[in-house]
Nanobody
Framework: QVQLAESGGGLVQAGGSLTLSCTSSGRTVSSLVMGWFRQAPGKEREFVAAIARSGDSTLYADSVKGRFTISRDNAKNTVYLQMNSLKSEDTAVYYC????????????????WGQGTQVTVSS
């Protein structure tokens, strides 16, 4: 059973930066395609970014492209989401996710999910 744990959320001012981390137990991060999703109050969960096992392929939502960077350090069993130029509309609970299949923006393709970490951007 894969268990994912996010960390790094918090309160930040608009224009600021924050880095989220996600670690895996039960299966190493290196064997998983990893993704980040987010859910704002009253809205559906939406895709943010995903990264292939080797890190050589990434996928981003248009809303975060150029501002967010997903990366992984397989030696540390950790995936990161570097978030820059944060906006109030980035406020949400951010979820780490994992799949045994290919990079995808569809939440249904991800079998494993963390508990989420709150990111609040104040304007």
């Amino acid at each position: 059973q894969v268990q994912l744990a996010e960390s790094g959320g918090g309160l930040v001012q608009a224009g600021g930066s924050l880095t989220l981390s996600c670690t895996s137990s039960g299966r190493t991060v290196s064997s998983l395609v990893m993704g980040w999703f987010r859910q704002a109050p009253g809205k559906e969960r939406e895709f943010v970014a995903a990264i292939a096992r080797s890190g050589d392929s990434t996928l981003y939502a248009d809303s975060v492209k150029g501002r967010f960077t997903i990366s992984r350090d397989n030696a540390k069993n950790t995936v990161y989401l570097q978030m820059n130029s944060l906006k109030s509309e980035d406020t949400a609970v951010y979820y780490c996710s994992a799949t045994l299949f290919t990079v995808s923006s569809a939440a249904a393709n991800y079998a494993y999910w963390g508990q989420g970490t709150q990111v609040t951007v104040s304007s």
